[in-house]
């Protein structure tokens, strides 16, 4: 039989896969995966070449991309307290306590 998660265990993991997709996120609109992404888009390329679909999935990817980039905050992004994420440089968090005001 499964292990029964707690409350807590499931609140846990919840904020750890946030920080993940966070960060991920935030290093694709910087340029972090910039190696990653430009043999994505050859891969999708290449095969579109074969089979539609590819070329359809390597627009989708772009477009995702492009909306990444210019929605995603510069910067380190931090807990907003209430199980989100927001920008450092939000007006309203301190830095140096990391609360908000």
Known sequence: MPKTLTVGEV???GETVS???SSVLTGL???KYAKEIAITEQLLTEAGIAVPQF???EKAFKIFLWIN???A???RIVPDGQGGWVPESN???DPKTGEFL
């Open 11 to 13: 609140l846990t993991h």
């Open 19 to 21: 920080a993940f997709v």
């Open 29 to 31: 609109a910087s340029g």
């Open 55 to 57: 070329a359809l999935a």
């Open 69 to 71: 980039k210019t929605t």
């Open 73 to 75: 905050p510069a910067g």
């Open 91 to 93: 007006s309203r968090y």
